[in-house]
């Protein structure tokens, strides 16, 4: 979204914004992707395909013929015939420091392996995850206590402005090639690695939590039972929950629900 509004803001002719379908969130109600909201906002042509490799979304977007693609986090693996349809390809821009977390959770899996630093890539497309070569990249150091949330927050403002810059200058711009070898992979986060106990650790129950935001969430057992740990810190070799929630309520002090136990 703020890379949308990024271009739009530099004079950029947006031809059409694709992104993914509405979809039923929490109670069953069906929201709009906070892009379409923003591209609605902005006056722009909006296309939602189910997926963007079926015939009818790759005739769309050819019938356009566009000069470029840009790719921010779309959620799907664009294929080469779609790749192929712009006439200066199609640029992507990616919240890691490639070939490092390559894949859907670069900024989660930057902070569960303690990474210091992460930052922003604008690279061009090739059909292999994340591989293309690099065009542009800005670093950023990670701090400390910075959630997931925070993080892609600051990233995608990053990356919005970074990506305005390279099309400034995207005719004059050397490529380079990735380093292949040193590619790592940030694969999907499933519920299951938010199920988490004691035993792991101050510093793995920190990460985690930290990177689980806002989704899949961590939870603990506690004398209350499992109870969601929103945010917290180590003291000295522990890790001690600052906000937590139980469930059907709201977030509140862990001294508050849990006492001093």
Known sequence: MPSLRALHAAGHDIALVVTQPDRAGNRRK?????????????????????RIRDPEAVEKVRSLAPDLLVVVAYGQIIPRSVLAIPRRGAINVHASLLPRHRGAAPIARAILAGDRETGVTI???DEQLDHGPVLATRATPIDEREDAVALTSRLAGMGAELLVETLERLDDIEEVEQEHEKATVAPRLSREE?????DLG???????????????GVTLPTKRGRVKVLSGHIEDDRYVPDVVQ???KKPAPAKQVLGDA
Request: charged fraction near 30%; aromatic fraction near 8%; proline fraction near 15%.
């Open 194 to 198: 938010g199920e988490l106990d004691w």
């Open 30 to 50: 069906v929201t709009p992707p906070p892009v379409k909201v923003a591209a609605v906002e902005l006056g722009l042509d909006v296309y939602q395909p189910e």
């Open 202 to 216: 101050a510093r793995e129950i920190d990460r985690r939590v930290r990177a689980f935001q806002p989704w899949p």
């Open 123 to 125: 690279m061009r497309m």
């Open 246 to 248: 139980l469930p059907g």
